[in-house]
């Protein structure tokens, strides 16, 4: 299993009149993580897409079970727990505060997209690179 | 089986750098058609949480099949499809284009909750008044 | 002096923790509006940005008078005071609640761009056509 | 005068199909900046929230220079050129990108309220207490 982890600090603007973080924001905060996990990786997302390959997401999926605040310093862990194959890539997430509390937990599948033919192509060989160790019993 | 629809025109302020609606703007869309659709049965979301009961998001759910992009006035189609029972309630929606292609489907579950003690309380009883009709053999 | 009006109802997205529509959402009206009346005028921003030709913001101002609210319905009142010349094209903005109070006046100063060489271009004139005799005396 | 200094990524959602950061959003990097600023100062705007005290903007300013992009590190100057006094304090902003180019500029004028009786309140103790001795000849 691949595992990382990111920080976060929620903006004024991310509450909403509940004095909660808007539900629609933890995609932000995914997108985020997963872009700082991956340059960590040594794979940059915006070279890859100049290059051709987007990375779209074909689901999404959150499950909100305590509120996230403003100004909260948040932890976002990243999981990929199984070695992607084809051409998607899913991604897991657990979203906690300075307490250690567990605030929400999320997944995105992501597919791999050839931007000139506009059709998903298999996992690119450099992230299979960088993510296979990963697996390997 | 309750169902109704609401037109949103996607924003320039929406979309991302793919040139499409960027995937956690639907989360508004889907917000925006709960409340239009519950001011036609007759209940007023802001008087409603006005009056101590809000409805926060517990779960999210989005799939997204083809993208939505600038200016595209997009028919979201919102359904309950099981007579709210308990505390929680489901929505889901599809979203469509002015092509009738079915661009994203979503879900949210909400749980009414009461704001002074912020548990979770009963579905009340003018939201049955309105929603128990359609459920009715 | 051209003047037309957009209603835009604010969104549970659009609001912060102090109750209030966050500051920087008022840029999205902004663009909503100015989107609406150039379709009114026949004018369709997308055929045009994907006709060569896109319109950037160079500046914004905004006056923060009264808060406006979840759910209210804002009336956005558009001016063009001066017929346009050169690239540069500026509109202002009144932005009302429904008791007809003034909440935030704001402006923006538009160039003309053609995508191709990314430099500023006359204003086109199919523009001139449709605003011109606004301003004839 | 007081000047200090903030870096901002440049998220995803935060692009518009023009592949720029949207226009709006610049009011969020602004607000991440004060915030951050103010904590190196040992303010903490939750807590003075939490207390009584909010800071609504009464009047935002943006010229846009050049566009920022997609996972551009930010670099955001924050400058007090004035000693605050009455209820206001105005801020300006610089937005450069990593190659040190001039991007953006703004200011914002803040308001201190007394949330209680909703009227303005003069700069608090603590604020000129941490920002006046950068004014003293």
């Known amino acids: ?49 100049a290059a051709g390959t987007m990375m779209p997401v074909l689901e999404l999926k959150c499950k909100y079970i305590r509120p996230a605040k403003y100004d909260d310093m948040l932890t976002i862990k990243l999981f990929v727990k199984h070695k992607p194959k084809g051409s998607r890539i899913l991604f897991e997430y657990e979203v906690y505060n300075e307490e250690k509390m567990l605030l929400n937990v999320g997944e995105t599948t992501m597919v791999f997209v050839d931007m000139k033919t506009g059709r998903p192509k298999a996992v690119p060989e450099f992230i299979h690179e960088k993510l296979d160790p990963y697996f390997t019993a």
Request: glycine share 6%; charged share 30%.
């Open 1 to 49: 299993m691949f595992e990382s982890e990111v920080q976060i600090r929620v903006r004024y603007a991310e509450t909403d009149q509940m004095g909660y973080v808007y539900y629609g924001n933890y995609a932000a905060y995914y997108e985020v993580t997963r872009t700082e996990v991956f340059r960590r990786l040594g794979i940059n997302y915006k070279e890859m897409e």
